[in-house]
C-alpha cells in the first residue's frame, strides 16, 4: 500500500455538504497533474464528491456531471484544469484498464484524474498522487479520509 505524508479528515452530514467540501478537496488536490483514487462502497457519495470538485475548479456544473458507470471515462475542461472522471466498476483486468488511455491522462500537465475503484488495479495503486476515502454514516452522514503528499 503506497504511503502518505498527509491526510485530513472530512465529515458531511448531507448531499449539499458533500458537494460543498468538493472545493476543499480541489485546494488539496492541486496543482495538477494528479491521480486521485477515490474509495468507497457503492452509494458512498464518490460521484457526488466529483461534482463538488468540477464545479468548484470550473470545469462542469454540478448538473453536468454525472456517473460513468456504463461509459467508463467522462472529461471536464475547466480553465486550470482538465478533470477525468473513470469508473473501473465493470473493469476486470489490467488489459481493460490498459484501453482506458490513463498513461496519456496522466501525462497532460493540467490533468486530475479521478478514478472510482482503483484499488482494484495494483498499477493504479501503485502510481496515484493522492486517494479519498469515504464511507457511509447514518442517514446522508458521510466520513471522509484524504492522504496525500
Not at 96 to 125: K, Q
Request: glycine share 8%; no cysteine.
Amino acid at each position: 500500500m503506497k504511503q502518505f505524508s498527509r491526510e485530513k479528515k472530512f465529515k458531511t452530514r448531507s448531499v449539499d455538504g458533500t458537494l460543498a467540501l468538493g472545493e476543499r478537496i480541489a485546494e488539496i488536490l492541486l496543482p495538477a497533474p494528479k491521480l486521485v483514487v477515490l474509495r468507497g462502497e457503492v452509494g458512498a457519495g464518490k460521484t457526488t464528491l466529483v461534482k463538488g470538485i468540477a464545479a468548484a475548479l470550473h470545469a462542469a456544473s454540478e448538473e453536468d456531471v454525472t456517473s460513468p458507470t456504463f461509459t467508463l471515462v467522462h472529461e471536464y475542461a475547466g480553465p486550470k484544469v482538465r478533470i477525468y472522471h473513470l469508473d473501473l466498476y465493470r473493469l476486470e483486468t489490467e488489459r481493460e484498464l490498459a484501453t482506458l488511455g490513463i498513461d496519456e491522462m496522466t501525462a497532460e500537465p493540467d490533468a486530475l484524474v479521478l478514478v472510482e475503484w482503483g484499488e482494484r488495479f495494483e498499477s493504479i495503486v501503485s502510481r496515484m498522487d493522492a486517494e479519498i476515502a469515504m464511507e457511509h454514516g447514518e442517514g446522508n452522514e458521510r466520513g471522509m479520509m484524504v492522504r496525500w503528499g
